[in-house]
């Protein structure tokens, strides 16, 4: 059974730092494009990183440049990303998803969120 399990959000304060973990089971990250979203009340769903399957530079918005940073573990088949020097408009529900083929088939999973609050 494919499944994305996010983990990791919280409550912190701004400058802090949070790291958020998803578990991937039912595929391999180590063939996936592995990428971090995030979406806020009332804004549309956004790219925040991504990690390629293969070598490859990583990716990151604008907005978190320098403050993220996405990673992967193929042997726990996991990925993750550590956020530093939060600001609350960091604040947001953070998604996982992983794309990729399998022969012809292409696939595109998504964890189930996980909350991060930036707030003093």
């Known amino acids: 059974q494919v499944q994305l399990v996010e983990s990791g959000g919280g409550l912190v304060q701004p400058g802090g730092s949070l790291r958020v973990s998803c578990a991937a089971s039912?595929?391999?990250?180590?063939?996936?494009?592995m990428s971090w979203y995030r979406q806020s009340p009332g804004k549309e769903r956004e790219l925040v990183a991504s990690i390629p399957s293969t070598s490859g530079s990583t990716s990151y918005a604008d907005s978190v440049k320098g403050r993220f940073t996405i990673s992967r573990d193929n042997t726990k088949n996991m990925a993750y990303l550590e956020m530093n020097s939060l600001k609350p408009e960091d604040t947001a529900v953070y998604y996982c998803?992983?794309?990729?083929?399998?022969?012809?088939?292409?696939?595109?999973?998504w964890g189930q969120g996980t909350q991060v609050t930036v707030s003093s």
């Open positions: 998803n992983a794309a990729g083929r399998v022969g012809w088939a292409s696939y595109n999973y």
């Open positions: 039912g595929f391999r990250v180590s063939n996936s494009v």
